[in-house]
């Protein structure tokens, strides 16, 4: 199957600051990119789908100015969450799709903690 | 709305055992449905994907079947081994590719 990568794995970050997050497919153009948020002992989230070339697009309850989302190549999407707060500490993993393949391909995951 | 859930929510084995995990849906209009494993702080590994057209698929130990009328897909694993040891999650995909998660089962095999 296609590769997935995320970077960096795990962040600590202090409340305020931004953090940004990587998604990359490594041997595959990903026309989509998803982004999840997964808290503790909780099943994964999506929080937004994003397309190369355009605005991403977010779930009901998604901060989009929070949680921003760039797609600006086939093989990279970034979340950005901005002014992070101790609420934002969760998992976050992406999943990459292309039209030539029949599923999604998901990434390792980032694990933020926000003091 | 969608909504997925998964039973039992936890699971402990001794190994050697054969195992059913059971997802439900409440929506049958779904495209596929896709089982992943889990392991503590990592990211998904993909078990098996069954279009909303086949009834199951099969991978080594694994086997997952789908009943789409009913709203129910099940995950059996054979001669259940230690490190099968992790969370199962099942996830619909309702054909706009944004999958829907269940709620997941741990499962503990023990030697």
């Known amino acids: 199957g296609a590769v997935v990568s995320q970077h960096p794995s795990w962040v600590i970050c202090k409340s305020g600051t931004s953090v940004k997050i990587e998604c990359r497919s490594l041997d595959f153009q990903a026309t989509t990119m998803f982004w999840y948020r997964q808290f503790p002992k909780q099943s994964l989230m999506l929080m937004a789908t994003s397309n190369e070339g355009s605005k991403a697009t977010y779930e009901q309850g998604v901060e989009k100015d929070k949680f921003l989302i760039n797609h600006a190549s086939l093989t990279l999407s970034t979340l950005t969450v901005t002014s992070a707060h101790p609420e934002d500490s969760s998992f976050y993993i992406c999943?990459?799709?292309?039209?030539?393949?029949?599923?999604?391909?998901f990434g390792p995951g980032t694990r933020l903690t926000v003091l | 709305k969608q909504e997925v859930t998964q039973i039992p929510a936890a699971l402990s084995v001794p190994e050697g055992e054969n195992l059913v995990l059971n997802c439900s849906f409440t929506?049958?209009?779904?495209?596929?449905l896709q089982w992943f494993r889990q392991d503590p702080g990592k990211g998904l590994t993909s078990l098996l994907l069954i279009q909303s057209s086949q009834r199951e698929q099969t991978s080594g130990r694994l086997n997952a079947s789908l009943d789409k009328s009913s709203g129910r897909s099940t995950l059996y694993i054979a001669a259940s081994q230690p490190g099968d040891s992790a969370t199962y999650l099942c996830a619909v995909d309702p054909g706009t590719d944004k999958l829907i998660f269940g709620t997941g089962t741990r499962l503990q095999v023990f030697p």
């Open positions: 929506d049958s209009a779904i495209y596929n």
């Open positions: 999943s990459a799709h292309s039209a030539g393949y029949n599923e999604q391909f």
